[in-house]
């Protein structure tokens, strides 16, 4: 069964700030998806990892993948208070479908 | 295109009525599925279904129903209604994986914030 571990669960950091957040993985996959949620709104997706060593970048974010080590990075640089959100990655088990098993996501708080 | 709709956005229910959470998708997507969010939990996966008249369950089916009579609708069904369905649900579609069409992205609907009394 596959298990979805992320972490830290909340972050707080200050304006200008780097940080990553961590998603590890418990089976094989090489499709990874991260996602942004707002309060009380729809998650928004931000990045498709679709195999190892992949690299997206969109403005202050970048996420990677590493089937190897079965991890993902969400890479936060210059963090500004618009980042504030819950970020959840969500791995495909690669069965027929597509049936995402999400982490219970990170609570992410910019102070400025 | 209006993507993933649902209805309704809010509902409270007694302990023991039924009811129905609506989903609608409009792009011809075939993989629909239902997922309720907790706080603390993530997503969890209640239903889902590869394409019409296919349904199967995800981690936490107990309590729901699902049928898919069409490609477009995928409703659930709340069978008896209990404070632990208390959670807001979400409705998403995609393209079924692997395939060349799509990336797997799943699209989300607004949510159903549910209330069992």
């Known amino acids: 069964e596959l298990k979805v571990e992320q972490n830290p669960l909340f972050l707080s950091m200050q304006e200008g700030k780097n940080y990553t957040i961590y998603c590890n993985y418990s089976?094989?996959?090489?499709?990874l998806y991260w996602y942004r949620q707002d309060p009380g709104k729809s998650l928004e997706s931000l990045f498709v990892?679709?195999?190892?060593?992949a690299v997206k970048q969109e403005g202050r974010l970048m996420a990677s993948l590493d089937t190897k080590a079965r991890l993902s990075t969400l890479h936060i640089t210059a963090a500004v208070h618009d980042l504030s959100a819950t970020y959840f990655c969500?791995?495909?088990?690669?069965?027929?479908?597509?049936?995402?098993?999400f982490g219970a996501g990170t609570i992410l708080r910019v102070k400025s | 295109n209006a993507g993933v709709t649902q209805t309704p956005k809010f509902q409270v229910l007694k302990t023991g009525q039924s009811m129905t959470l609506q989903c609608a998708q409009d792009?011809?997507?075939?993989?629909m599925s239902w997922y309720r969010q907790d706080p603390g939990m993530g997503l969890r996966l209640i239903h889902y279904?590869?394409?019409?008249?296919?349904?199967d369950q995800g981690e936490v089916p107990n309590g729901y129903n699902v049928s898919r009579s069409t490609t477009e609708d995928f409703p659930l069904r709340l069978l008896s209604a209990a404070p632990s369905q208390t959670s807001v649900y979400f409705c998403?579609?995609?393209?079924?994986?692997?395939?060349?069409?799509?990336?797997?992205?799943?699209?989300f609907g607004e949510g159903s914030r549910l209330t069992v009394l």
């Open positions: 089976t094989t996959s090489d499709r």
């Open positions: 279904s590869v394409g019409a008249g296919i349904t």
């Open positions: 969500a791995v495909d088990p690669m069965e027929y479908g597509n049936k995402l098993v």
């Open positions: 998403a579609s995609s393209h079924n994986t692997p395939d060349p069409r799509g990336s797997g992205e799943l699209f």
């Open positions: 990892l679709l195999s190892n060593g």
């Open positions: 792009m011809n997507h075939e993989y």
